[in-house]
């Protein structure tokens, strides 16, 4: 895959590390092997890994002379902080739109990243009702700043869409380069399944270099059907901007909806224990929303036999670790 005709902005130094998870491995008593791929330690404040789709996507706004970036998410949304801090290097202007999914979870002087939001400095931020239409919100946010003289560029929640998921077939890339000079294969690699902009370009790269390893999305939020819709559309057109003939098959994108729980950002106990078990064994910390909701799929997965006894399995840590402390109630 060639990257270099896109605009692109230069954040990631060095490929973040593929490490076992020996301990975790031998607590799940299946006898299989467990890796675990640090992108909640990628740079940008406090790391995750919308910073692999920022590359691209403040590549082209830069591009396109914006001085004003605005984009949208979830109260707790990560991509907002990552999208914020990275405006923030980049000297442009960062507006952001949160959508309170579920009443009242919006707190100005709340935890987690709604403090983050606070002290990266966010140029100004408006919390609309669950169900609006934030790309609507985002683009009368956009007309407004126009008539004041700036140059805004918007990106969808998650930056998820084309330009942005380039920056995870990027990762596939990486990954798949970092396989080969360890000589290690994998069986599966596990990734949440939220905006679909990870999901869809893993899936996409993985493809792109052919590497023959299977990608599977833990949803965070939607149904199996309606996600792996979502998941195969954009990996598609991910696909055709990077002119991989050949795209995805739909029996490429597979999704499991059994650890949403009661809804997006809702708490379970498997995600409890599985960010409980990821600290105690390995030192990792997970998040409420993403990765221990994916991790719990993993650790369920395993658990149940999905993999042979010798099966290597490479989980994709997204980050999110600020959001543990607006839910330290579901820990104690
Ligand atoms: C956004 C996010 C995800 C999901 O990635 P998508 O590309 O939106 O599917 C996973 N983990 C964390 C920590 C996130 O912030």
Redesign the pocket.
Known sequence: MNFTRFPRRHYIPAPTSIEPMPALSRALGKGVNLYIKRD?LLPGAAG???TR?LEFCLGDALAKGADTIITCGAVQ???CR?TLSWSVKENLDCHLILEERVKGSYKKDGSGNHFLFELLGVKSLEVVEGGTDMKAAMEKKAASLAALGKKPYIIP????NAV??MG?AACAEETMGQLNALHLNMDCII???????????MAVGMKGVNAGIPVR?VN?SRPKNIQEKIVYQLAMETAEKLGLKWGVAPEDIVCFDDYVGPGYSLPTPAMVEAVTLFARTEAVLL?P???GK?AAGLIDFVRKGHFKKGANLLFLH???SP?LYAYMESFR
């Open positions: 909640d995750g890994n919308k789709k949304s990560n991509h990552l929640g998650g930056a998820s942005g998921a995870y990734v949440p399944s939220g905006s679909a902009g990870t999901h869809a370009g999305g965070v998040d929303v993403y990765s994916a997204t980050g999110g959001a």
